[in-house]
């Protein structure tokens, strides 16, 4: 062990340590690799730029630096992000008759251009 030991080359008392040893370079090396892993670029089909551009300078006219619920949704949309169908209603008979078209269970949102959930007036989860 000792002449391993001068030549650099590691020893272990238990195969576990050994074991333990090796995954954390195994661990190291492959969150290195990521780390210099350079992105690619989304393909560009299906993306419309010309959409998200507008959501954001409606937004941003109308003074605001939150994009409604409906508007977020929309932005992803925009970029070719998978989203669940998103529908508005006005009042509660219309959030029937679309929860009855898309099917049950359906989640119930606050849509406003000046608060963001629905707890901070009040609402509950």
Known sequence: MTILNRAGIPTFSYPDTAVRAFNYMWRYSYNLRSLYETPVLAAEEGIDRAAAERLIQKARKSGRTLLTEMESKQLLAAYALPIVE??????????????????????????????????????FS
């Open 86 to 123: 998103t529908r508005l209603a006005k009042n509660e008979a219309e959030a029937a008759e679309i929860a009855a078209e898309i099917g049950y269970p359906v989640v119930l949102k606050l849509h406003s251009e000046t608060i963001t959930h629905k707890s901070d007036v009040g609402g």
